[in-house]
């Protein structure tokens, strides 16, 4: 079965960086792209943009250019999300997620990321 | 960009009542509308696509409908497992998918 499966929480202080990773397995995972989506505390969820595990090309989300970078190990079936130059308000969930036909059945369970000095 | 508006944000509700969301989109998307729930702690599941479409495994009770800009999530008899918060997603524009900003259903 399809499971994406990301690391665990992180705690940062501003102006660190952080590496999340989703692993993905039960499927070819150059077929699909991966997406990431935020959820700050109390908020929806927030598509910050997709790769495409064919061509490791990224595509951003308005907002999320510059400090977040989307990165593939295909090797190991892997997509990662970095952010540097964490602020406060980075703190959220970030979820992976996939597709499949017009909607996102495949979640990751979620990172926590908490930045905090 | 696309932005979804839910309606309402919150709402109170007693286990077998009918319940009724609505998310409106900033232009229309046609029939690429998503529904899905989240319980605290989990990711999002999926309940509808394509505006009416049953995901497998989600109770009938659960139905969509709408076209263009306007959509409607309904719940037929609430059951106690269907207190979470809910959200729109439309799947139009390829490239900048987005989401409502929730409807929370809570018990009365």
């Known amino acids: 079965q399809v499971q994406l499966v990301q690391s665990g929480s992180e705690l940062k202080k501003p102006g660190a960086s952080v590496k999340v990773s989703c692993k993905a397995s039960?499927?070819?995972?150059?077929?699909?792209?991966i997406n990431w989506v935020r959820q700050a505390p109390g908020q929806g969820p927030e598509w910050m943009g997709w790769i495409s595990t064919d061509t490791g090309n990224p595509t951003y989300a308005q907002g999320f250019t510059g400090r977040f970078v989307f990165s593939l190990d295909t090797s190991v079936s892997t997509a990662y999300l970095q952010i540097s130059s964490l602020k406060a308000e980075d703190t959220a969930v970030y979820y992976c997620?996939?597709?499949?036909?017009?909607?996102?059945?495949?979640w990751g369970q979620g990172t926590l990321v908490t930045v905090s000095s | 960009d696309i932005q979804m508006t839910q309606s309402p944000s919150s709402l109170s509700a007693s286990v077998g009542d009918r319940v009724t969301i609505t998310c409106r989109a900033s232009?229309?998307?046609?029939?690429?509308l998503n529904w899905y729930q989240q319980k605290p702690g989990k990711a999002p599941k999926v309940l509808i696509y394509?505006?009416?479409t049953l995901e497998s495994g989600v109770p009938s009770r659960f139905s969509g409908s709408g076209s263009g800009t306007d959509f409607t999530l309904t719940i037929g008899s609430l059951q106690p497992e269907d207190f979470a918060t809910y959200y729109c997603q439309q799947t139009y524009n390829t490239n900048t998918w987005s989401f409502g900003q929730g409807t929370k259903v809570e018990i009365k």
């Open positions: 039960g499927y070819t995972f150059s077929n699909y792209a």
């Open positions: 394509d505006v009416s």
């Open positions: 997620a996939r597709a499949g036909g017009s909607r996102w059945p495949y």
């Open positions: 232009q229309s998307i046609s029939g690429h």
